[in-house]
C-alpha cells in the first residue's frame, strides 16, 4: 500500500473546496495532502486509519483531519460484493490553515481556530455534535462567496469551541513521519498497513528499504522513540479493537485475524496497550 500525495487544491475560484462525495464505497488508498480535510460521514461504515490509529468509523461521525497527516477510509468486505447496493457518501470540506490569509488565525479573535488546527495535526473526531452544527456543515455545500466563507468560519468557530473530541493518532508517529529520511518512513508505514494481519518479519521490511534488519531496527527506534515491533503490535491491537467493537468474532478469532500468533500473546499486549483485557474492553463497550 503505497503512501500517495493527492492535489486537492481548488479549482473553482474558491479558497476552499466543499463537495459530497457519493461512491459504492471510498476510494481505497492510503494518501495525504497540504490541505486539512473535515469530514462529515451521511452514509457508510468500515475502518478508519488516520495516522496510526485504527478505529470503526460509521454514519454521523464528524472528524477534522490535518495537513499531511495520511489517511485512508476502507469500507467493510460486503460493500465490495458483487450485488452490493450500499453507497459511501460524505461530504468534505478541503482547505489550507491560510486559506483567508497568512496571518489571519493569527489575530487575537482566531487564535482559538489556529489551535483546532494545531490539534487536527493528530486528527480530530468529534463527539456529541448537536445537529444545528451538522446542519451548519450540510448547507456549506449550497451557499457561494461571501456568505460561503462567513458560514464556514462559523463552522469552524463552533468546533474550535467543541469540548468533546478525542485526539486519534500518537505524537510519536507525527514526529515521526514529518522527519522521514527520504520517505523511509512512508514506506515502512505502508507496508505495515499493508500487511499486519500476516506474519511480519523484520527483515521484510528492511528489504522494502534497503536496508539491514540491525540498521532498520535502530532508524525505526531513533525517529518513533519506539521499537518496530511495539509499533507493530500498536497496529494490531488498534485493528483488534474495531473487530471488538463490530462483535462479529469470538476472542481467539480476533486474535488470528488482527496478526498475533498465539491468544497469550495478544491477551499480553492488549492489556499493555489499552490497560485492560481484551474481555474488560468487550464488556466496556457493550454498554456505551
Known amino acids: 500500500m503505497k503512501l500517495h500525495l493527492v492535489d486537492r487544491s481548488s479549482l473553482n475560484d474558491s479558497s476552499f473546496t466543499v463537495k459530497t462525495n457519493c461512491y459504492p464505497y471510498f476510494l481505497k488508498l492510503w494518501h495525504f495532502h497540504p490541505e486539512l480535510e473535515l469530514v462529515y460521514v451521511k452514509k457508510s461504515f468500515g475502518t478508519r486509519f488516520i495516522g496510526d490509529n485504527i478505529e470503526k468509523f460509521e454514519k454521523g461521525e464528524l472528524f477534522l ?15 465490495f460484493e458483487p450485488n452490493s447496493k450500499l453507497m459511501a457518501e460524505a461530504l468534505v470540506v478541503h482547505f489550507k490553515n491560510n ?67 478525542d485526539l486519534l493518532s500518537s ?31 523484520l527483515q521484510d521490511v528492511a528489504n522494502v528499504l534497503n536496508m539491514n534488519p540491525a540498521s532498520f531496527s535502530r532508524f525505526f527506534k531513533r525517529v518513533n522513540r519506539k521499537t518496530f515491533s511495539s509499533f507493530l503490535n500498536e497496529v494490531r491491537v488498534g485493528y483488534a479493537c474495531k473487530l ?38 468487550i464488556k466496556y463497550h457493550r454498554k456505551m
Open 99 to 165: 486559506f483567508l490569509g497568512n496571518s489571519f488565525f493569527e489575530t487575537p479573535e482566531m487564535r482559538h481556530i489556529s489551535k483546532l488546527f494545531e490539534r487536527a495535526k493528530l486528527g480530530i473526531r468529534f463527539r456529541d455534535i448537536e445537529k444545528s452544527l451538522v446542519n451548519q456543515i450540510l448547507k456549506l455545500e449550497k451557499l457561494n462567496g461571501f456568505e460561503k466563507s462567513i458560514a464556514f468560519l462559523n463552522v469552524l468557530n463552533l468546533l474550535a469551541k467543541h469540548k468533546s473530541f
Open 171 to 201: 505524537q510519536g508517529y507525527i514526529d515521526s513521519f514529518n522527519h522521514m529520511d527520504n520517505e523511509h518512513m512512508a514506506k515502512a508505514y505502508a507496508y505495515v498497513y499493508k500487511n499486519f494481519t500476516e506474519t511480519i518479519y
Open 244 to 281: 471488538m467493537i463490530e462483535n462479529q468474532l469470538d476472542i481467539t478469532s480476533i486474535c488470528f485475524e488482527s496478526g498475533f500468533n498465539n491468544i497469550s500473546n495478544f491477551n499480553r499486549q492488549f492489556k499493555s496497550i489499552k490497560g485492560m483485557p481484551p474481555t474488560e474492553y
Open 65 to 79: 483531519i490535518g495537513e499531511n497527516l495520511p489517511h485512508m477510509m476502507l469500507n467493510d468486505d460486503r460493500y
